[in-house]
């Protein structure tokens, strides 16, 4: 079955410090990955994603993810936070094996909270 | 990208009533995805909305409480019908091209309240 986990709820960084929001997944066949972050009272912007090619992917606003097939990961990192990327983010997979429209499957969300 | 747009943004009903949000893409797109979000929380999608053809709902959903209209490529409504205060949510309209590695781009969302 597929799934995607984003373990942790909240994630609290000082501003200036490298941030790391974790996803790990589960797919039947190749996954394509995908990042996307929600600001308060707006909809989900995309941010980046991995379909195939180099396994480090730079996306918007500085954030980069990584994929490893190995750990079923794609932890979505920044290498300085600013108080501006507190948000929600949200991991996606959509699983190449799995003909239903290709359907997005939805981590549950990880709070960012970067403190100046 | 996709700029997607929705109306209203935000809406208070009462309770027994209906309410149309919809959604309109500046580009012709294949995929229109109608998703709910409880604030705070994940997404969940309720139908795929086919052009010219009836929506695919999910499980949990059906088309008298949720009917959808997908008149052409860059257009769709979502029906939320009958409501009661449980209905209260976010509802988010979802676009991609085509293929299975095309990125999914989202509206702004429609900020519903039942009261």
């Avoid at chain 1, 195939?52 to 990192?77: C, I, M, W």
């Avoid at chain 2, 997908?70 to 409501?83: A, E, G, I, K």
Wanted: aromatic share 12%.
């Amino acid at each position: 079955a597929q799934s995607v986990a984003q373990p942790e709820d909240q994630v609290n960084v000082a501003e200036g410090n490298p941030l790391t929001v974790k996803c790990t997944y589960s797919v039947s066949g190749n996954p394509y990955l995908f990042w996307y972050v929600q600001y308060p009272n707006r909809g989900l912007q995309f941010l980046l994603k991995y379909i195939t090619g180099d396994n480090l992917v730079k996306g918007s606003y500085g954030f980069e993810a990584e994929f490893n097939k190995s750990q079923t990961s794609f932890h979505l990192k920044k290498p300085s936070a600013l108080v501006s990327d507190s948000a929600l983010y949200f991991c996606a997979v959509r699983d190449d094996w799995v003909d239903s429209n290709y359907q997005l499957i939805w981590g549950a969300g990880t709070k960012l909270i970067i403190k100046p | 990208s996709a700029v997607i747009s929705q109306k209203p943004s935000r809406d208070i009903c009462q309770r027994g009533t209906s309410l149309t949000i919809q959604c309109q893409v500046d580009s012709q797109v294949t995929m229109m995805f109608w998703y709910r979000q409880q604030p705070g929380q994940s997404l969940t999608l309720i139908a795929t909305a086919n052009q010219g053809s009836e929506a695919t709902y999910e499980s949990g959903f059906v088309i008298d409480k949720f009917p959808i209209s997908r008149p052409n490529l860059t257009f769709s409504t979502l029906t939320v019908s009958n409501m009661s205060p449980e209905d209260s949510s976010i509802y988010l309209c979802s676009a991609r091209r085509q293929g299975r590695t095309d990125t999914q781009y989202f509206g702004p969302g429609t900020r519903l309240t039942v009261l």
